[in-house]
Structures are given as C-alpha cells and as structure tokens.
C-alpha cells in the first residue's frame, strides 16, 4: 500500500496524496507545445482549456509557458510571463482545485504564486535556477522536483546513463538539500524521475515498474508519460496514436505506487485516466506489468498474446488490450529487443 501524506497548500487547499492516484491537467500556453500544438496560446482560450480541465475532473490544473519538448529552446522569463500571467491573473477566483506552475525561473515562480498558484514544478530540480527553493520556501507552495538529464534541446543526445536509478536518486537526493538549505520544509516536497528527459525507452519502462526504488525518499511520487516517445517505440505508433499506451504506462504507474499523474493529452485521454483505470481488472494489471514493463512471463512458444490478455467488456480495457497486442507482436517479431525483457525486469 501506497504511504499516504497530507500536504496543506493554503488557502485552505490539502492534497490528499496516497488514498487515490490524483490526476494533473495540463495546459501548455506555448506556440510549439508537445501535447497540443499551440492551440491554447491566446489567454482566452487557455482559461477556458484551464475550466474546462477542472469540470472535467482533474485534481490539479498545472499551466506552464515554456515547452521542454525534446530539441526545445529557453525562452526568456520575461516572455514566459507574457504567457502564463494573463491566464493565471483571469483565472485567480475561478477554479477550485489547486493551480500548478511549470517553470523552472524564480521570478515566474514568485509571480505565479502571487497570483494564487500552489504548486511549482520544477522540470530541472533547482539545476537551473536554484532561487526557485528562495521563492517557493516563503509561501506554503508544494515544489515538485523533477529529473532531467542535460537540458530539453540536447537531453536526447547525450550519453545513456550505465545506472539510471543511481544517478536519479544522486540528482534529486542533491535537489533536495538545495531545497532544504534555502529553507523549503520537506514536507513541501514531491519528486518526479522524469520519465523520457534523456532516458532511453528501456530505461523509462525499468523506472515505471521500479517505482518502489525511490520509497526511501519518503515523499509523493508523481509520473508522466502522456504519449511519449518510448510508447510509440514499443507498438511502432505515432505521437498522435498513443493514447491507449498512455493509459496502459499510467496504469502500471498506479499500480507501483504514483501518487500523483500527469496527463497532457487530449479530453478523451483525461476522461480515459479519471473513469476507465479504476475498473482495470487484475488480468489487464497482469498484463500491463508483463508487456510494457517486461516482466517476461510470456512464453511465446506456446501461449499468443489472445490468451495472455483476457477479453475485458470496458471499452478503455479492450483500447489498451489492443495497444498490449500490438506490443507484444512487435516484440516477438523483434527478437534482438526480446533481450532487455529481463534487464526491465530486474536492472
């Protein structure tokens, strides 16, 4: 069982983190935005992507103005205002849940919280700009410390880690005495392993069904993989045919202990997240656990994926039955990739 933690924000505001997974909307006010193309750049339309989120029933509506798509540039803090203030000013009021600000710049930081965010996640874990901990340790923000090799414009290129988990837990547990010496309470704190930013598919996949290898942080897990790179490698799909990948990585992500989700994707990604995963049942766990995180149970010999993954009534069950399928098939066709099975599963 997932540990539970309460963390007060203000406001009255508490997250309740363990006894369900919590699921973070996000809306990207940039031109170039991985998830959505750019369609909520203008401030109207975003507040009404940022409402919209909410009634749709996220938990957490998380905005951010720069991408950190790979290959991505910095954009200067001044324009990264530009972007996110007018929404969160219009919004101040508004929403119920908490607000969440993506950046990685003190003086957005500062700003935002002032405008009534509650949340900081920080994608470089104080790598960039350490003054974040100064701004967030002056409120009752909660910061989210993620991690990130190299920077969004080049982390796809650099050199594979030889022990991803050993440099994660080095990185974030340096994060977190940053934090700590320029007086941010632990108990504000949330880390993230960053799933792709400069990990390999095979390494992303090895840190969602090892999840229980950052339990001695003793803090909130939050995950993200809506549709990246390292799902469309596993069934061959594009960015825009990820969804029910998605919902299998975020299923198996709950199952290891996520407390918190992050879902950039589409409406029909958020309702899948919210409605359909409780229903999961044991055998499409089983499954999950077996494909995408490659646990190698399958005996392709003489079991086919058919009999592997059961028949489901759900809808969302049999969309992310037919993404396992796929998987699977890739694989079995794949037989130089058949190795790392065994890495995933025991690394």
Same mark, same amino acid.
């Given at each position: 069982?997932?540990?539970?933690?309460?963390?007060?924000?203000?406001?009255?505001?508490?997250?309740?983190?363990?006894?369900?997974?919590?699921?973070?909307?996000?809306?990207?006010?940039?031109?170039?935005?991985?998830?959505?193309?750019?369609?909520?750049?203008?401030?109207?339309?975003?507040?009404?992507?940022?409402?919209?989120?909410?009634?749709?029933?996220?938990?957490?509506?998380?905005?951010?103005?720069?991408?950190?798509?790979? =290959? *991505?540039?910095? %954009?200067?803090?001044?324009?990264? +205002?530009?972007?996110?203030?007018? @929404?969160? !000013?219009?919004? $101040? /009021?508004?929403?119920?849940?908490?607000?969440?600000?993506?950046?990685?710049?003190?003086?957005?930081?500062?700003?935002?919280?002032?405008? =009534? *965010?509650?949340? %900081?996640?920080?994608?470089?874990? +104080?790598?960039?700009?350490?003054? @974040?901990? !100064?701004?967030? $340790? /002056?409120?009752?923000?909660?910061?989210?410390?993620?991690?990130?090799?190299?920077?969004?414009?080049?982390?796809?290129?650099?050199?594979?880690?030889?022990?991803?988990?050993?440099?994660?837990?080095?990185?974030?547990?340096?994060?977190?005495?940053?934090?700590?010496?320029? /007086?941010?309470?632990?108990?504000?704190?949330?880390?993230?392993?960053?799933?792709?930013?400069?990990?390999?598919?095979?390494?992303?996949?090895?840190?969602?069904?090892?999840?229980?290898?950052?339990?001695?942080?003793?803090?909130?897990?939050?995950?993200?993989?809506?549709?990246?790179?390292?799902?469309?490698?596993?069934?061959?799909?594009?960015?825009?045919?990820?969804?029910?990948?998605?919902?299998?990585?975020?299923?198996?992500?709950?199952?290891?202990?996520?407390?918190?989700?992050?879902?950039?994707?589409?409406?029909?990604?958020?309702?899948?997240?919210?409605?359909?995963?409780?229903?999961?049942?044991?055998?499409?766990?089983?499954?999950?656990?077996?494909?995408?995180?490659?646990?190698?149970?399958?005996?392709?010999?003489?079991?086919?994926?058919?009999?592997?993954?059961?028949?489901?009534?759900?809808?969302?069950?049999?969309?992310?039955?037919?993404?396992?399928?796929?998987?699977?098939?890739?694989?079995?066709?794949?037989?130089?990739?058949?190795?790392?099975?065994?890495?995933?599963?025991?690394?």
């Amino acid at each position: 069982m997932r540990k539970q933690f309460s963390l007060e924000l203000g406001d009255g505001l508490v997250l309740e983190l363990g006894k369900r997974t919590l699921v973070v909307g996000v809306l990207n006010v940039t031109p170039d935005s991985f998830s959505d193309g750019g369609r909520n750049f203008e401030p109207a339309r975003a507040v009404e992507r940022a409402l919209e989120i909410e009634r749709e029933g996220a938990d957490i509506v998380e905005i951010g103005g720069e991408s950190t798509r790979p =290959g *991505a540039g910095r %954009v200067q803090a001044g324009e990264e +205002l530009s972007r996110v203030m007018p @929404v969160l !000013d219009r919004l $101040a /009021g508004r929403v119920q849940v908490p607000i969440s600000i993506d950046t990685y710049k003190s003086e957005v930081v500062r700003q935002a919280l002032d405008a =009534g *965010a509650s949340i %900081v996640n920080d994608v470089s874990a +104080l790598r960039f700009d350490p003054a @974040v901990a !100064d701004a967030v $340790a /002056g409120s009752n923000a909660a910061l989210v410390l993620m991690h990130m090799r190299g920077e969004p414009a080049t982390m796809q290129k650099i050199e594979s880690s030889p022990n991803i988990f050993a440099e994660i837990a080095r990185d974030l547990d340096a994060a977190i005495r940053v934090a700590g010496n320029r /007086g941010v309470a632990r108990r504000q704190l949330i880390i993230d392993p960053g799933i792709g930013f400069g990990k390999t598919p095979e390494q992303n996949l090895a840190i969602i069904n090892h999840l229980e290898r950052f339990e001695s942080f003793g803090l909130p897990l939050m995950i993200g993989t809506s549709r990246k790179s390292f799902i469309g490698s596993l069934a061959g799909q594009p960015e825009s045919d990820r969804l029910f990948g998605t919902a299998a990585s975020v299923a198996l992500a709950i199952v290891r202990g996520a407390h918190i989700v992050r879902n950039a994707g589409k409406r029909s990604a958020r309702r899948l997240f919210l409605r359909g995963l409780p229903a999961a049942s044991l055998a499409v766990c089983c499954a999950l656990t077996t494909v995408i995180a490659g646990v190698p149970v399958l005996d392709t010999a003489n079991r086919s994926p058919d009999r592997e993954l059961q028949v489901c009534a759900s809808p969302v069950l049999q969309g992310i039955q037919r993404y396992l399928h796929s998987a699977v098939r890739r694989r079995v066709r794949k037989a130089p990739r058949a190795a790392f099975l065994l890495h995933c599963a025991c690394p």
